[in-house]
């Protein structure tokens, strides 16, 4: 009998059509992926990418996730490469705009799928929307290609190398890899991102001039307790949580919302306030389909409550009104791969260097109660390393399930990071088939002027 007491059924065996063979064959399209499959087509690969929904992007695009890069500031050193090529592109292609607290672009949720497809044919990439992983096929501990599901039925597609890019680290743990899954009471809270329109940007600028926050401001707020390194206290965040106390204590909403709090990302002349992040729901497990459903309708139900307090409580909001929702629940953490070398808190907190460097990440640490932001210059280097899972072969895993402890999750999890990892793993993926060795093996040399080629900064 199974947990839920219903008993179980017998599949039966049956044929699955090989639809497709390719090189280099990326598993789930966000900023990991999507990185990946850019960066081993650039160097010279055939490269399949595929994808459950009808866009590329992921968080970006699915979630509505639009601050890739807002730890940015003067003193920040990063990778570049093709994580920065996403804002930059997008923002040449009327995508972005400047974020609201740091030096960088937030994207434009809905126009990045156009800058993703534009990015994926360029590149020659072989685009398969809609098509939701299933099973790992392998032969032996050999992962060599995946069967998906769709309207078409099932479906095997074939790949020479394969990487990941789940986010949940679901190739690699159907396939017998060791993962761990967060326990759920200690997972970080997922999110259900909205937009607003019909906000009257003068008023509500000039709101956020006479009330400026800080990150100060954070402490004491439920789920935004926050350690710092102090440097980050009397720094702007566009900050809210105001109008949201101020709505519990007048009964405006109820008073177990009181956990509402968060940050906008920017306020167009179109009146629109875009990258709501400001519910924030516990214990949300991403690998369980009942308790995401049960985060999406709480979180569109907070949303509401909390467009209520804003447009009673925040100037320039009275006329506001939902524009949208992102088309999925955006989560944070769930499993992680036992990788070859899996990263530390000493790590990303002490600037480690490896040999087998695949890019480096600014000392910006955001979750589990730590905000560090990268103002002096500090950073870490990723190995690649840490991107091959034990117990089984020719697999990559990049993005947020790479494997690591606690706190550095709480770094490398950052969609900006998810894309420096996903460009080293598509470019070694691509180098072991130029070599002809396997990808524990890869000549780490070839991977460095290749990620160099293509503008990654490596130490």
Known sequence: ?????????????????????????????GPAGLAAALAAA?????????????????NITTVGVEGMAWYRHE????????????????????AAVPE?????????????????????EEAGVHPMLHRAFVAPIMEGRRVVGIITESKAGREAILGRRVIDA???????????????????????????????????????????????????DWEGNGAWDIETSGKEDEMFSPFLHKPFAQAVRDGVIPGNLATLAGTWGAIHDSGELTYMNVIHLP???????????????????QA??????????????????????????????????????????????????????IGIYPEFIDGYGILILPTTGRYFQLPYRNLLPKGVDNLLVAGRSS??????????????????LGQGAGIAAAISLRTDRELADVDIAEVHAELERQGVRLR
């Open 1 to 29: 009998m199974t947990s839920r007491g219903l008993g179980t059924i017998v599949e039966p065996a049956r044929e699955i059509d090989v639809v497709h063979a390719t090189d280099v064959l990326v598993v789930g399209s």
């Open 42 to 58: 650039r160097a010279g690969v055939e490269v399949t990418l595929v994808e459950r929904f009808g866009c590329f992007g992921g």
């Open 75 to 94: 003193q920040t050193v990063e990778a570049d490469g093709i994580g920065r090529e996403f804002e930059t592109r997008a923002h040449e292609m009327g």
């Open 100 to 120: 609201s607290q740091s030096d960088s672009f937030e994207l434009d949720a809905e126009g990045f799928k156009v800058v993703a497809d534009t990015l994926v």
């Open 166 to 216: 789940t986010g949940d680290a679901d190739v690699a743990h159907r396939a017998g890899a060791p993962t761990h899954l967060t326990p759920r009471e200690q997972m970080m809270a997922a999110s259900v991102m909205f937009h607003l329109a019909g906000v009257d940007k003068r008023a509500f600028v000039d709101g956020i001039r006479d009330d400026p926050q800080t990150y100060r």
């Open 283 to 301: 214990e949300v497990d991403g690998t369980d389909p009942d308790s995401m459903t049960r985060g999406e309708i709480e979180g569109r139900r």
């Open 304 to 357: 509401m409550y909390a467009i209520d307090a804003l447009r009673g409580y925040t100037p320039g909001m009275s006329g506001a009104r939902l524009r949208n929702f992102g088309i999925t629940i955006g989560i944070r953490d769930t499993r992680k791969i036992d990788a070859v070398y899996n990263m530390t808190e000493q790590d990303v907190r002490e600037q480690a260097r490896f040999d087998d460097t």
């Open 403 to 420: 494997g690591g402890d606690r706190v550095s999750h709480a770094a490398t999890r950052n969609m900006s990071c998810c894309a420096v």
